[in-house]
T-cell receptor
């Protein structure tokens, strides 16, 4: 149980393109989903917290207009990297937390999306 | 604020050796503690967790005990396998707080 699917797993595109990444909780409902960015050999940096039906909460230094997050249902959140440039190339990982239980339910992670901007 | 500190540097060891990865934390409130594992090119998988002092999390031969007195949650495995080669992240979250604070991670390489 607690499977999170992230799609696509790998994207290569030209500079200026907008890229959408999907994060789905397959067998549970997730009120809250999280988007992380990971640089090579580094830890995960939280970009934003996505709550179903409301605006995402972005971490300091993350551009809201650059990284658009939509969480329209209890099983789906999307991250759109708008007008992507080479410096946006990174490994993006989403996670989801079950709506049921205590606030300290563990986050379940997707397999990540490797984004390469040429 | 909340923070997690993991020992510096990668860990290289032989198959069947004993593995220890140190993790200490600073937190307000009463955190839950986690170990996540990341295999190459993949996202993170929850390895084990502990939600209160003296709890022991265990999974796949790995263990970690929540030590409040030393604010530690060290990961151990008695006999590692090549398939255990991965990056291991220690993390915490506090009650009512969505945020996971991660340590920097430790690359573990197990040599046959």
């Amino acid at each position: 149980g607690a499977v999170v699917s992230q799609h696509p797993s790998w994207v290569i595109c030209k500079s200026g393109t907008s890229v959408k990444i999907e994060c789905r909780s397959l067998d549970f409902q997730a009120t809250t989903m999280f988007w992380y960015r990971q640089f090579p050999k580094q830890s995960l940096m939280l970009m934003a917290t996505s709550n179903e039906g409301s605006k995402a909460t972005y971490e300091q230094g993350v551009e809201k207009d650059k990284f658009l997050i939509n969480h329209a249902s209890l099983t789906l959140s999307t991250l759109t990297v708008t007008s992507a440039h080479p410096e946006d190339s990174s490994f993006y990982i989403c996670s989801a937390r079950s709506s049921i239980g205590s606030d300290n339910q563990p986050q379940h992670f997707g397999d990540g999306t490797r984004l390469s901007i040429l | 604020g909340n923070s997690v500190t993991q020992m510096e540097g990668p860990v290289t060891l032989s198959e069947e050796a004993f593995l220890t990865i140190n993790c200490t934390y600073t937190a307000t409130g009463y955190p839950s503690l986690f170990w996540y594992v990341q295999y190459p090119g993949e996202g993170l998988q929850l390895l084990l967790k502990a939600t209160k002092a003296d709890d022991k999390g265990s999974n796949k031969g790995f263990e970690a005990t929540y030590r409040k007195e030393t604010t530690s949650f060290h990961l151990e495995k008695g006999s590692v396998q090549v398939s255990d080669s991965a990056v291991y992240f220690c993390a915490l979250s506090t009650n009512g707080n969505n945020r996971l604070a991660f340590g920097k991670g430790n690359q573990v390489v197990v040599i046959p």
